[in-house]
């Protein structure tokens, strides 16, 4: 594999975990603040 490759496959995920990190970030704390 080149690195150019590696390089888009990383930042394809970091964009993914990006987008899954914001929607529970939204969806969680309306959750979290009722276990406190």
Do not use: C, S, W
């Amino acid at each position: 594999m080149n690195a150019g490759k590696i390089n888009k496959a990383q930042t394809e995920i970091q964009r993914l975990f990006h987008l899954l990190f914001d929607f529970l970030a939204q969806a969680i704390p309306f959750v979290d603040y009722d276990n406190e």
